[in-house]
């Protein structure tokens, strides 16, 4: 079965839709839609009215390019008002031959949080910490022999209300949730290595509307924090400045600005309309510095919370999403944090941006929970795979064009 997953993540700027194909421990991006995001504010959906046909626009355009319909995805949900949940668990191995069964995993991992979760909140992610198999700790138990499985798990809650309008408003389109969980989860899994898996450390995602602060200790999360300060925040600084609208202070701030005045020109110009319909002259090392004064505001109060979150030493600091992509960010970082932070690299081809890392993890992640409980999946059934692998292997090429007459040389000869 070929493992093909879809994510959705819900941003305030844009809405992404990536629907991936796992390959060993690979993510090959099959196709990647995006829109204009409408009824969001913050990273919190305010209005599901204007959101969902926007989701639709995004849908279709994903599908209208594999030829498929999506059906089954999974969603990421912001880190606000995140609560986080130590808990235990056990289940006897009952079966013959004494094997732990993806089954058996399942039954500990529920059994660490039955009746513990408070009525008005949901779980979107259990992680398990820890895992002992009779009286020996094991990273991986499936498939170890044994009496008793036993788990240590971390669990994230966060309120009901938060996300069950939304997953209401998607199963009326035709679209069931498989699985939730925070872009935070999804930042790490993008990340992740063995070296980060035996550390603590933090992720810092800027995006538009919000910077979201994660604290990890050996893969699992365990603190987040999130900022309402984002790439919207350096389109208002500069369309207050030079009296843009918004639209034009955003298309300065992603094709003429740099993270840092380090390497920007005063004698590169942009002359632009503002407001008032008068042109106007901006140099490039003027609105950098409005564009920097705000990136290092934003890092700096990250590090404070990271100090707030945490009182254990961190050994690694990375900064993923949208604004870490604007030209000499890395200066901007090294002025706040020195040495001890590095800027997250997206290497996947058809998503290389930062902005893709939540819902390029979020693929990864399900695809590991699933290996965890012995289990393959894919949102498409096996013959709508069979079709997606016929299209695939399909060239339409004319005979007549210059690409078809090359093909024509090597097949023919």
């Given amino acids: 079965m070929r493992k093909i997953i879809a994510s959705l993540d819900i941003g305030t700027n844009t809405i992404k839709l990536i629907v991936g194909e ?49 059906r089954k995805l999974i969603i990421t949900v912001p880190s606000n008002d995140a609560q986080f949940l130590m808990s235990d668990g056990y289940t006897t191995i009952t079966n ?62 966060i309120p009901k209300k938060n996300i069950y309008p939304l997953i209401q408003c998607l199963e009326k389109i035709g679209l069931e949730v498989i699985d939730i969980s925070l872009t935070s989860i999804g930042d790490y899994h993008n990340l992740k290595n063995d070296k980060l898996n035996a550390k603590i450390g933090a ?30 925040n350096i389109d208002n600084d500069l369309s207050y400045i030079y009296n843009l ?40 090392y003027e609105a950098s510095e409005i564009v920097s004064s705000r ?30 992509e604007m030209p000499d960010f890395e200066l901007s970082l090294e ?30 992640y399900y695809n590991e929970k699933a290996k965890l409980k012995g289990k393959e999946f894919s949102i498409f059934s096996l013959e709508e795979q069979d079709d997606l692998s016929n299209k695939h292997k399909k060239v339409n090429v004319s005979d007549n064009s210059i690409l078809g007459k090359l093909f024509g040389y090597f097949f023919d000869n």
């Fill in 295 to 324: 990136i290092e505001e934003i890092l700096n109060l990250a590090k404070k919370e990271i100090n707030h979150l945490t009182k254990k030493e961190i050994h690694y600091i990375i900064v993923t999403g949208g604004i870490s």
């Fill in 22 to 70: 796992m390959i060993k421990e690979k993510l090959n991006v099959l196709t990647l839609a995006e829109s204009p995001s409408k009824g969001v504010n913050n990273g919190k959906i305010i209005n599901l009215d204007l959101l969902v046909p926007i989701i639709k626009n995004t849908l279709k355009k994903a599908e209208d390019i594999l030829d498929l319909k999506i």
């Fill in 203 to 232: 992720i810092i995602n800027i995006g538009a509307g919000t910077t979201t602060i994660s604290i990890f200790n050996k893969g699992v999360l365990t603190n987040t924090k999130v900022l309402a300060l984002g790439g919207i």
């Fill in 245 to 284: 609208d918004r639209q034009e202070a955003k298309n300065l701030k992603e094709t003429f600005c740099m993270a840092n005045v380090r390497m920007a020109q005063a004698s590169t110009k942009e002359t632009i309309l503002n407001k008032n319909n008068e042109k106007i002259e901006i140099n490039q």
């Fill in 96 to 157: 013959e031959e004494k094997m732990v069964k993806g089954v058996d995993i399942i039954r500990a991992m529920q059994a660490s949080v039955y009746n513990k979760i408070p009525r008005d909140l949901e779980i979107v992610n259990i992680i398990p910490a820890s895992f002992k198999l009779d009286e020996e700790i094991i990273k991986n138990p499936l498939n170890q022999t044994g009496e008793k499985l036993s788990v240590k798990t971390v669990m994230t809650l």
């Fill in 335 to 364: 002025n706040v944090f020195g040495k001890n932070a590095r800027l997250a690299k997206t290497y996947e081809i058809g998503a290389r941006n930062n902005k893709y890392s939540s819902g390029l993890g979020l693929i990864k």
